[in-house]
């Protein structure tokens, strides 16, 4: 219970020092409607029944990755440069549940980011997005939060170890949306490309979204990605878990919490 507290009040906080960025306030507010207006202008003559997916998901998802980036991998740079990242890792409330606070604070605000994206569709284009099953699709946003938010405590805990974490933050954004299919389907990548597609959660979150608000859509196609999506988050909490024992065994041997 006492860690479910501190997970909580974190995630608030999180929230609402978030917001009072303005690059956060950009990636959440701007970047969605962009994204959308740039995708539609990519998608209007491609013919495709399913374009309008493309862009309202499409442009939420580019900003709902972009805001996890400069966020929560962002964060412990931040707390780096502050000089508060040693105080966090040796505090009470335990370094692994701060910083799963902030990263669910962060994915949780950036949800804003698909209403952005489909009120810049609908008003400006009048795209119409019809689901016909919206309780597949709450089911399969939900467990696209829950992936996000898994990779991401993943990378602040290996950008933990490193100083050049603004230079890995920028380095992930632009490949993990082309390779994941946030914009296009991950099946039209090259062949030696798909495996890295493959073993990235956010592919199968992508693809569980889109498949919720297919009209031609069968259960145990969603299913099956959901299983798959939840053994590969699975994979990422076992890798986690691993990788803060390594956190605590190297901190004490490189001290890289400190700017220097």
């Not at 604070?105 to 008003?123: E, Q, R, Y």
């Not at 949306?177 to 039209?188: K, M, N, Q, S, W």
């Not at 073993?199 to 569980?208: D, E, N």
């Not at 069968?218 to 299913?223: L, R």
């Amino acid at each position: 219970m006492k860690r479910l507290r501190v997970i909580y009040y974190t995630a608030l906080l999180q929230m609402k020092c978030s917001f009072a960025r303005p690059m956060f306030r950009f990636c959440l507010i701007a970047n969605p409607m962009v994204n959308t207006i740039l995708l539609y202008e990519m998608f209007k003559s491609s013919g495709r029944e399913d374009f309008a997916s493309y862009v309202v998901l499409g442009g939420g998802l580019m900003a709902l990755w972009s805001c996890i980036c400069f966020s929560s991998a962002g964060d412990i740079n931040r707390e780096r440069y502050d000089g508060t990242l040693s105080l966090i890792y040796v505090a009470p409330a335990g370094f692994s549940d701060i910083v799963t606070g902030k990263v669910i604070g962060n994915t949780i605000l950036s949800l804003v980011t698909f209403i952005l994206s489909f009120l810049t569709a609908k008003l400006l284009f009048r795209v119409e997005i019809k689901v016909s099953h919206p309780y597949f699709l709450l089911l399969a946003i939900l467990c696209a939060v829950v992936s996000f938010s898994v990779i991401s405590i993943v990378v602040a805990y290996l950008l933990t170890l490193s100083r050049k974490t603004q230079l890995y933050m920028n380095c992930i954004e632009i490949p993990v949306i082309l390779v994941c299919g946030f914009v296009f389907p991950a099946e039209i990548l090259p062949q030696w490309v798909r495996p890295v597609s493959y073993i990235l959660s956010p592919t199968w979150a992508v693809k569980l979204i889109r498949i919720s608000v297919s009209t031609a859509w069968s259960i145990k196609e969603f299913y099956t990605v959901l299983c798959i999506l939840a053994l590969v988050t699975a994979i990422y909490l076992v890798i986690g878990y691993f990788l803060l024992k390594l956190i605590e065994s190297q901190v004490r041997v490189l001290a890289t919490l400190e700017v220097s």
